[in-house]
Protein backbone atom coordinates (compact mmCIF):
# COMPACT_ATOMS: atom_id res chain seq x y z
CA UNK A 1 0.00 0.00 0.00
CA UNK A 2 2.97 2.58 1.11
CA UNK A 3 4.76 1.71 -2.25
CA UNK A 4 1.57 2.18 -4.23
CA UNK A 5 1.52 5.70 -2.60
CA UNK A 6 5.36 6.66 -2.90
CA UNK A 7 4.57 5.45 -6.63
CA UNK A 8 3.11 9.32 -7.43
CA UNK A 9 5.09 10.89 -4.96
CA UNK A 10 6.28 13.95 -6.05
CA UNK A 11 8.44 17.04 -4.92
CA UNK A 12 5.71 19.06 -4.14
CA UNK A 13 4.51 16.12 -1.74
CA UNK A 14 8.03 15.75 -0.45
CA UNK A 15 8.09 19.62 0.89
CA UNK A 16 4.67 18.79 2.41
CA UNK A 17 5.88 15.80 4.32
CA UNK A 18 8.79 17.50 5.31
CA UNK A 19 7.43 20.67 6.80
CA UNK A 20 4.76 18.65 8.19
CA UNK A 21 6.86 16.52 9.84
CA UNK A 22 8.76 19.23 11.27
CA UNK A 23 5.60 20.63 12.88
CA UNK A 24 4.58 17.22 14.69
CA UNK A 25 7.93 17.15 15.65
CA UNK A 26 7.68 20.25 17.90
CA UNK A 27 4.57 19.27 19.46
CA UNK A 28 6.11 15.70 20.39
CA UNK A 29 9.13 17.31 21.89
CA UNK A 30 6.79 18.73 25.18
CA UNK A 31 4.28 15.64 24.86
CA UNK A 32 7.53 13.20 25.32
CA UNK A 33 8.94 14.82 28.03
CA UNK A 34 5.30 15.87 29.89
CA UNK A 35 4.05 12.35 29.55
CA UNK A 36 7.27 10.88 31.06
CA UNK A 37 7.61 12.83 33.87
CA UNK A 38 3.66 12.59 34.40
CA UNK A 39 4.62 8.77 34.76
CA UNK A 40 6.84 8.68 37.03
CA UNK A 41 9.81 8.51 34.30
CA UNK A 42 13.02 10.25 34.12
CA UNK A 43 12.13 12.53 30.78
CA UNK A 44 14.50 12.00 28.06
CA UNK A 45 12.76 8.53 27.80
CA UNK A 46 9.98 9.92 26.08
CA UNK A 47 12.38 11.33 23.18
CA UNK A 48 14.24 8.37 23.12
CA UNK A 49 10.65 6.80 22.60
CA UNK A 50 9.34 9.48 19.96
CA UNK A 51 12.28 8.76 18.40
CA UNK A 52 12.54 5.59 18.04
CA UNK A 53 8.74 4.66 17.79
CA UNK A 54 7.90 7.26 15.53
CA UNK A 55 10.39 6.06 13.34
CA UNK A 56 9.24 2.18 13.60
CA UNK A 57 5.37 2.89 13.12
CA UNK A 58 5.98 5.38 9.88
CA UNK A 59 7.87 2.58 8.40
CA UNK A 60 5.78 -0.69 9.50
CA UNK A 61 2.53 0.52 10.36
CA UNK A 62 -0.50 -0.17 8.45
CA UNK A 63 -1.71 3.74 8.06
CA UNK A 64 0.03 6.13 6.12
CA UNK A 65 -0.70 9.07 8.19
CA UNK A 66 -0.12 7.35 11.50
CA UNK A 67 2.27 9.41 13.81
CA UNK A 68 3.23 6.91 17.03
CA UNK A 69 5.06 7.70 20.19
CA UNK A 70 4.37 8.24 24.28
CA UNK A 71 0.62 9.28 24.69
CA UNK A 72 -1.67 10.20 27.89
CA UNK A 73 -3.74 7.19 27.32
CA UNK A 74 -0.74 5.37 28.78
CA UNK A 75 0.40 7.58 32.01
CA UNK A 76 -1.80 6.22 34.59
CA UNK A 77 -1.19 2.66 33.43
CA UNK A 78 2.91 3.27 33.71
CA UNK A 79 2.87 5.07 36.71
CA UNK A 80 1.16 2.36 38.41
CA UNK A 81 3.63 -0.26 36.64
CA UNK A 82 6.16 1.94 38.24
CA UNK A 83 5.37 2.49 41.25
CA UNK A 84 5.00 -1.82 41.73
CA UNK A 85 7.38 -3.23 39.52
CA UNK A 86 10.03 -0.48 38.81
CA UNK A 87 11.37 1.06 35.45
CA UNK A 88 13.13 -1.91 34.24
CA UNK A 89 10.04 -4.49 34.72
CA UNK A 90 8.44 -1.47 32.82
CA UNK A 91 10.56 -2.04 29.84
CA UNK A 92 10.25 -5.95 30.08
CA UNK A 93 6.38 -5.51 30.13
CA UNK A 94 6.56 -3.31 27.16
CA UNK A 95 8.61 -5.75 25.24
CA UNK A 96 5.93 -8.42 26.39
CA UNK A 97 3.02 -5.78 24.96
CA UNK A 98 4.72 -6.14 21.63
CA UNK A 99 5.10 -9.50 20.84
CA UNK A 100 1.37 -9.94 22.18
CA UNK A 101 0.03 -7.50 20.02
CA UNK A 102 1.88 -9.42 17.53
CA UNK A 103 -0.26 -12.39 17.98
CA UNK A 104 -3.09 -10.64 18.18
CA UNK A 105 -2.26 -9.47 14.43
CA UNK A 106 -2.06 -13.04 13.63
CA UNK A 107 -5.54 -13.68 15.80
CA UNK A 108 -7.12 -10.98 13.69
CA UNK A 109 -7.84 -9.55 16.63
CA UNK A 110 -7.94 -5.90 15.10
CA UNK A 111 -10.92 -6.55 12.87
CA UNK A 112 -13.43 -6.43 16.80
CA UNK A 113 -12.69 -2.97 17.22
CA UNK A 114 -15.57 -1.98 15.23
CA UNK A 115 -17.72 -3.68 18.36
CA UNK A 116 -16.15 -1.87 20.86
CA UNK A 117 -18.65 0.37 22.25
CA UNK A 118 -18.26 4.03 22.41
CA UNK A 119 -20.00 4.28 25.50
CA UNK A 120 -16.69 2.41 26.73
CA UNK A 121 -14.29 4.21 24.36
CA UNK A 122 -15.24 7.85 25.74
CA UNK A 123 -15.70 6.93 29.01
CA UNK A 124 -12.14 5.69 29.19
CA UNK A 125 -10.47 8.42 27.75
CA UNK A 126 -12.72 10.90 29.96
CA UNK A 127 -11.64 9.18 33.02
CA UNK A 128 -7.53 9.33 31.59
CA UNK A 129 -8.04 12.53 30.96
CA UNK A 130 -9.20 13.39 34.31
CA UNK A 131 -6.25 11.51 35.46
CA UNK A 132 -3.67 13.44 33.61
CA UNK A 133 -5.13 16.79 34.28
CA UNK A 134 -4.85 16.65 38.31
CA UNK A 135 -1.63 14.91 38.09
CA UNK A 136 -0.21 18.11 36.85
CA UNK A 137 -1.57 19.83 39.94
CA UNK A 138 1.55 19.49 42.05
CA UNK A 139 3.57 20.77 38.73
CA UNK A 140 1.17 23.71 38.78
CA UNK A 141 1.53 24.14 42.05
CA UNK A 142 4.97 23.55 43.13
CA UNK A 143 4.58 20.70 45.40
CA UNK A 144 7.24 18.57 44.34
CA UNK A 145 8.04 16.89 47.25
CA UNK A 146 4.74 14.72 47.57
CA UNK A 147 3.77 11.09 47.16
CA UNK A 148 2.64 9.82 44.59
CA UNK A 149 0.07 6.79 44.45
CA UNK A 150 -1.50 4.66 41.89
CA UNK A 151 -4.99 5.65 43.13
CA UNK A 152 -6.47 8.70 42.20
CA UNK A 153 -8.20 9.55 44.96
CA UNK A 154 -4.48 9.31 47.44
CA UNK A 155 -3.02 11.72 45.05
CA UNK A 156 -5.81 14.03 45.52
CA UNK A 157 -5.39 13.78 49.39
CA UNK A 158 -1.95 14.43 49.30
CA UNK A 159 -2.39 17.55 47.15
CA UNK A 160 -4.94 18.99 49.74
CA UNK A 161 -2.66 18.26 52.62
CA UNK A 162 0.34 20.34 51.21
CA UNK A 163 -1.55 23.42 49.85
CA UNK A 164 0.23 25.12 52.38
CA UNK A 165 3.50 24.11 50.75
CA UNK A 166 2.40 26.07 47.66
CA UNK A 167 5.73 27.71 45.42
CA UNK A 168 3.94 31.18 44.11
CA UNK A 169 6.76 31.64 41.71
CA UNK A 170 6.11 27.86 40.35
CA UNK A 171 1.96 28.99 40.13
CA UNK A 172 3.45 32.87 38.02
CA UNK A 173 5.59 30.18 35.85
CA UNK A 174 2.86 27.91 35.09
CA UNK A 175 0.10 30.71 34.66
CA UNK A 176 2.24 32.53 32.26
CA UNK A 177 3.17 29.74 29.92
CA UNK A 178 -0.89 28.79 30.09
CA UNK A 179 -1.51 32.70 29.11
CA UNK A 180 1.09 32.57 26.25
CA UNK A 181 -0.29 29.14 24.36
CA UNK A 182 -4.27 30.51 24.89
CA UNK A 183 -2.89 34.09 23.13
CA UNK A 184 -1.28 32.82 20.35
CA UNK A 185 -4.06 30.34 19.92
CA UNK A 186 -6.16 32.93 19.91
CA UNK A 187 -4.74 34.72 16.94
CA UNK A 188 -3.40 31.53 15.38
CA UNK A 189 -5.84 28.27 16.43
CA UNK A 190 -3.96 25.88 14.03
CA UNK A 191 -0.18 26.73 16.09
CA UNK A 192 -0.65 23.88 18.15
CA UNK A 193 2.92 22.77 18.71
CA UNK A 194 4.64 26.44 18.44
CA UNK A 195 1.83 27.45 21.19
CA UNK A 196 3.26 24.81 23.40
CA UNK A 197 6.76 25.68 22.65
CA UNK A 198 6.68 29.49 23.05
CA UNK A 199 4.73 29.26 25.92
CA UNK A 200 7.61 26.74 27.56
CA UNK A 201 10.50 28.63 26.39
CA UNK A 202 9.21 31.93 27.33
CA UNK A 203 7.73 31.07 30.68
CA UNK A 204 11.11 28.77 31.76
CA UNK A 205 13.33 31.46 30.61
CA UNK A 206 11.81 34.40 32.74
CA UNK A 207 11.31 32.43 35.67
CA UNK A 208 15.10 31.35 34.94
CA UNK A 209 16.05 34.90 34.93
CA UNK A 210 13.50 36.44 37.55
CA UNK A 211 13.36 33.07 39.50
CA UNK A 212 16.66 31.13 39.57
CA UNK A 213 16.69 28.64 42.18
CA UNK A 214 13.07 29.25 43.48
CA UNK A 215 11.40 26.94 40.87
CA UNK A 216 12.46 22.92 40.13
CA UNK A 217 13.65 22.48 36.83
CA UNK A 218 14.08 19.40 34.57
CA UNK A 219 17.91 19.28 35.77
CA UNK A 220 17.17 19.82 39.50
CA UNK A 221 14.93 16.49 39.60
CA UNK A 222 15.96 14.35 36.87
CA UNK A 223 19.72 15.59 35.82
CA UNK A 224 20.87 17.17 32.62
CA UNK A 225 19.14 15.27 29.67
CA UNK A 226 22.35 13.55 27.64
CA UNK A 227 22.55 14.57 23.52
CA UNK A 228 22.75 10.87 22.50
CA UNK A 229 20.70 7.89 22.26
CA UNK A 230 21.44 5.46 24.96
CA UNK A 231 23.18 2.36 23.74
CA UNK A 232 20.53 -0.89 23.20
CA UNK A 233 20.22 -2.83 26.65
CA UNK A 234 17.70 -5.26 28.00
CA UNK A 235 17.27 -5.66 31.78
CA UNK A 236 17.76 -9.31 32.83
CA UNK A 237 14.73 -11.32 31.79
CA UNK A 238 13.42 -13.95 34.23
CA UNK A 239 10.50 -16.80 33.67
CA UNK A 240 9.34 -15.25 36.65
CA UNK A 241 9.23 -12.05 36.12
CA UNK A 242 7.58 -12.65 32.53
CA UNK A 243 4.57 -14.16 34.84
CA UNK A 244 4.41 -11.18 37.21
CA UNK A 245 4.66 -9.25 34.11
CA UNK A 246 2.15 -10.98 32.28
CA UNK A 247 -1.07 -8.76 32.96
CA UNK A 248 0.43 -5.56 33.12
CA UNK A 249 2.03 -6.42 29.51
CA UNK A 250 -1.44 -7.74 28.55
CA UNK A 251 -2.98 -4.30 29.44
CA UNK A 252 -0.24 -2.57 27.79
CA UNK A 253 -0.88 -4.49 24.93
CA UNK A 254 -5.35 -4.05 24.69
CA UNK A 255 -4.06 -0.30 25.12
CA UNK A 256 -1.68 0.28 22.15
CA UNK A 257 -3.87 -1.72 19.68
CA UNK A 258 -7.03 -0.02 21.00
CA UNK A 259 -5.48 3.41 20.57
CA UNK A 260 -3.61 3.15 17.42
CA UNK A 261 -6.59 1.34 15.26
CA UNK A 262 -8.98 4.20 16.78
CA UNK A 263 -6.19 6.92 15.89
CA UNK A 264 -6.04 5.25 12.41
CA UNK A 265 -10.02 4.93 11.75
CA UNK A 266 -9.70 8.67 12.57
CA UNK A 267 -7.50 9.45 9.92
CA UNK A 268 -9.04 7.14 7.17
CA UNK A 269 -12.49 9.64 8.14
CA UNK A 270 -10.75 12.58 7.69
CA UNK A 271 -8.72 11.19 4.30
CA UNK A 272 -11.20 9.12 2.77
CA UNK A 273 -8.56 6.24 3.01
CA UNK A 274 -8.11 2.99 4.51
CA UNK A 275 -5.67 1.71 6.80
CA UNK A 276 -4.56 -2.18 7.32
CA UNK A 277 -5.31 -3.05 11.05
CA UNK A 278 -3.48 -6.42 10.64
CA UNK A 279 -0.27 -4.64 9.58
CA UNK A 280 -0.50 -1.81 12.12
CA UNK A 281 -0.91 -4.36 14.97
CA UNK A 282 2.35 -6.31 13.58
CA UNK A 283 3.61 -2.64 13.75
CA UNK A 284 2.94 -1.33 16.47
CA UNK A 285 4.29 -5.02 17.91
CA UNK A 286 7.72 -4.30 16.52
CA UNK A 287 7.68 -0.44 18.04
CA UNK A 288 7.39 -2.27 21.22
CA UNK A 289 9.71 -4.66 21.43
CA UNK A 290 12.41 -2.58 19.88
CA UNK A 291 11.76 0.65 22.07
CA UNK A 292 12.46 -0.71 24.95
CA UNK A 293 16.28 -1.81 23.80
CA UNK A 294 16.00 1.61 23.62
CA UNK A 295 15.38 2.68 27.10
CA UNK A 296 12.20 3.96 25.91
CA UNK A 297 8.27 3.44 27.01
CA UNK A 298 5.57 1.68 25.71
CA UNK A 299 4.22 3.81 22.34
CA UNK A 300 1.08 3.67 20.23
CA UNK A 301 -0.79 5.79 17.70
CA UNK A 302 -1.24 9.20 18.42
CA UNK A 303 -4.42 10.71 18.18
CA UNK A 304 -3.26 14.56 18.64
CA UNK A 305 -0.32 14.44 16.40
CA UNK A 306 -1.87 12.13 13.80
CA UNK A 307 -4.52 15.04 13.15
CA UNK A 308 -1.77 17.41 12.71
CA UNK A 309 0.14 15.75 10.44
CA UNK A 310 -2.98 15.60 8.68
CA UNK A 311 -3.82 18.95 8.50
CA UNK A 312 -0.55 20.21 7.35
CA UNK A 313 -1.01 18.47 4.16
CA UNK A 314 1.40 15.54 5.24
CA UNK A 315 0.52 12.45 1.83
CA UNK A 316 3.04 9.49 3.33
CA UNK A 317 4.63 8.26 5.40
CA UNK A 318 7.33 10.24 5.24
CA UNK A 319 6.31 12.42 7.26
CA UNK A 320 6.66 10.68 10.44
CA UNK A 321 9.97 9.43 9.39
CA UNK A 322 10.60 13.61 9.08
CA UNK A 323 9.09 14.17 12.65
CA UNK A 324 11.21 11.53 14.34
CA UNK A 325 14.76 12.81 12.55
CA UNK A 326 13.28 16.56 13.73
CA UNK A 327 13.13 14.93 17.55
CA UNK A 328 16.66 13.26 17.06
CA UNK A 329 18.20 16.54 15.63
CA UNK A 330 17.05 18.51 18.75
CA UNK A 331 18.35 15.97 20.97
CA UNK A 332 21.54 15.77 19.82
CA UNK A 333 22.08 19.60 19.18
CA UNK A 334 19.80 20.97 21.44
CA UNK A 335 19.28 18.60 25.05
CA UNK A 336 21.41 20.14 27.27
CA UNK A 337 19.20 23.57 26.86
CA UNK A 338 15.95 21.28 27.84
CA UNK A 339 17.79 20.54 30.81
CA UNK A 340 16.65 24.14 32.14
CA UNK A 341 13.08 24.04 31.54
CA UNK A 342 11.01 24.39 34.53
CA UNK A 343 7.99 21.78 35.47
CA UNK A 344 5.93 24.62 35.98
CA UNK A 345 5.68 24.86 32.69
CA UNK A 346 5.34 21.81 31.14
CA UNK A 347 2.12 21.50 33.87
CA UNK A 348 -0.12 24.23 31.67
CA UNK A 349 0.58 21.58 28.03
CA UNK A 350 -0.60 18.41 29.47
CA UNK A 351 -3.54 19.90 31.17
CA UNK A 352 -4.45 21.33 27.76
CA UNK A 353 -3.69 18.00 26.26
CA UNK A 354 -6.34 15.99 28.38
CA UNK A 355 -8.58 18.70 28.52
CA UNK A 356 -8.27 18.19 24.46
CA UNK A 357 -8.59 14.59 24.74
CA UNK A 358 -11.65 14.51 27.43
CA UNK A 359 -14.64 14.00 24.88
CA UNK A 360 -16.44 16.42 26.70
CA UNK A 361 -19.15 16.63 24.12
CA UNK A 362 -19.60 13.63 23.46
CA UNK A 363 -19.67 12.53 27.40
CA UNK A 364 -22.00 15.37 27.34
CA UNK A 365 -24.37 13.44 25.21
CA UNK A 366 -24.39 10.07 26.18
CA UNK A 367 -24.60 11.03 29.91
CA UNK A 368 -28.38 13.53 28.94
CA UNK A 369 -29.38 9.94 26.88
CA UNK A 370 -30.06 8.11 30.69
CA UNK A 371 -30.08 4.75 28.74
CA UNK A 372 -27.84 1.89 29.03
CA UNK A 373 -25.23 3.77 27.51
CA UNK A 374 -25.05 6.78 30.01
CA UNK A 375 -24.61 3.56 32.95
CA UNK A 376 -21.73 2.05 30.92
CA UNK A 377 -20.47 5.33 30.35
CA UNK A 378 -20.31 6.56 34.26
CA UNK A 379 -19.52 3.06 35.00
CA UNK A 380 -16.60 2.92 32.95
CA UNK A 381 -15.25 6.39 33.41
CA UNK A 382 -15.40 6.61 37.73
CA UNK A 383 -14.04 2.77 38.37
CA UNK A 384 -11.70 4.47 35.33
CA UNK A 385 -10.60 6.89 37.66
CA UNK A 386 -11.07 5.45 41.08
CA UNK A 387 -9.28 2.22 40.55
CA UNK A 388 -7.64 1.85 37.11
CA UNK A 389 -7.90 1.76 33.70
CA UNK A 390 -8.26 -2.08 33.51
CA UNK A 391 -11.09 -2.50 35.61
CA UNK A 392 -12.80 0.52 34.06
CA UNK A 393 -12.97 -1.07 30.47
CA UNK A 394 -13.41 -4.47 31.71
CA UNK A 395 -16.52 -3.59 33.48
CA UNK A 396 -17.77 -1.25 30.53
CA UNK A 397 -17.00 -4.57 28.11
CA UNK A 398 -19.14 -6.95 30.69
CA UNK A 399 -21.94 -4.17 30.98
CA UNK A 400 -22.05 -4.07 27.30
CA UNK A 401 -22.22 -7.68 26.63
CA UNK A 402 -24.86 -7.72 29.72
CA UNK A 403 -26.96 -5.18 28.25
CA UNK A 404 -26.66 -6.99 24.38
CA UNK A 405 -27.65 -9.96 25.77
CA UNK A 406 -31.08 -8.78 27.59
CA UNK A 407 -32.06 -7.12 24.76
CA UNK A 408 -31.07 -10.33 22.20
CA UNK A 409 -33.30 -12.33 24.57
CA UNK A 410 -35.91 -9.95 25.40
CA UNK A 411 -36.25 -9.73 21.00
CA UNK A 412 -36.27 -13.63 20.61
CA UNK A 413 -38.87 -13.64 23.63
CA UNK A 414 -41.37 -11.26 21.08
CA UNK A 415 -40.11 -13.29 17.93
CA UNK A 416 -41.61 -15.91 19.95
CA UNK A 417 -44.96 -14.80 20.80
CA UNK A 418 -46.13 -13.43 17.49
CA UNK A 419 -45.29 -16.82 15.91
CA UNK A 420 -47.41 -18.38 18.39
Known amino acids: MKLEILGEYSVHHLKKDVLSGIVVGIIAIPLGLGFSIASGINPVTGLYTTIVAGLLISIFGGSRFQIGGPTGAFVPVLLGIMLQFGYENLLIAGFMSGILLIIFAICKVGSLIKF ?3 STIIGFQSGIA ?13 LHNIDKSKYFYLNMKEIFENLTKVNIYSVITAALCLLIILVVLHFSPKSIGISYLLGILFSSLISSMLFSGQIETISSIYGKIPNQLPIPHFPQVTIDKMITLLPSSFVIAILVGLQSLLTARVADEMTQSKHCSKRELIGQGIVNMVTPLFHGIPAA ?3 ARTVTNIKNGASSPIAGITHALFVLFVLLLLAPYAS ?3 LASLAPVLMLVAW ?4 REQFSTILKDKS ?3 LILTTTFLLTVFTNLTVGIGAGLCLSLLFFLKRRMKNNHNELKETK
Open 116 to 118: FPQ
Open 130 to 142: VIIFTGQIPNFLG
Open 301 to 303: GEI
Open 340 to 342: YVS
Open 356 to 359: NISK
Open 372 to 374: THS
